[in-house]
């Protein structure tokens, strides 16, 4: 049972730190593009970021001052380990129920892991004097060592009891960040400019 619980919380862990991660890089995209973004989609935007990582209260009813200059509370949603809710903390907690498991994966399972955790180390250096110029380039690696891991699961892990409690907690947590960045994303009432960034940043984060 402690097995397919820690296997259960990877796969949760994984698709909440890939969904977060996603949706990240595509503000990023948005806030550096040459089409300034209007301060209500600025607000969405961001607002939606704190929903999907739990990271509260983060931008929820955040000033002018800081929908202007988000920048420094992205970087504690990205590297703080000890705010709940980080892509730090999320991955780290995912890394714990992987070592927690390690006798039911592969190898190779195992040595995407350990790219991941080197990734994860490497994000520490590439943002070590703050978000640069395209800071969704950092999160790439981490993106790509998720998407192989996740690929692994699907094609190489057997078919027993601890492949189904991941994919209960893959499927579970999709579905509720899925809910969450529609609600988030599409409810508001928007002008027609600022209702097509949205859509954008949904499908793209969302693939």
């Known amino acids: 049972s402690r097995v397919v619980e820690n296997l259960y919380w990877m796969g949760r862990y994984a698709e909440r730190a890939e969904a977060a991660m996603r949706l990240l890089r595509t503000v990023f995209v948005l806030f550096n593009s040459e089409e300034p973004l209007s301060l209500d989609a600025r607000r969405v935007l961001l607002e939606t970021i704190t929903r999907i990582t739990a990271t509260e209260p983060g931008f ?78 950092a999160l790439d690696p981490l993106v790509t060592a998720l998407v192989a891991l996740s690929g692994l699961m699907q094609e190489s892990m057997i078919r027993g009891v601890g492949w189904r409690f991941m994919e209960l907690g893959k499927r579970s947590e999709r579905a509720l960040q899925i809910i969450s960045a529609i609600r988030s994303l599409m409810t508001p009432v928007m002008g027609e400019s600022d209702q097509a960034n949205l859509l954008s940043a949904l499908l793209v984060s969302m693939e």
């Open 60 to 137: 929820m009813e955040a000033s002018p001052e800081l929908l202007e200059n988000p920048y420094e509370e992205l970087l504690l949603v990205i590297t703080d380990s000890s705010k709940a809710g980080s892509i730090r903390s999320t991955l780290n907690s995912m890394l714990s129920c992987a070592d927690e498991s390690k006798e039911l994966l592969s190898t190779d399972t195992m040595r995407v892991i350990n790219d991941l955790r080197d990734a994860l180390d490497n994000l520490d250096i590439d943002l070590a004097e703050g978000l640069v110029s395209a800071p969704e380039e």
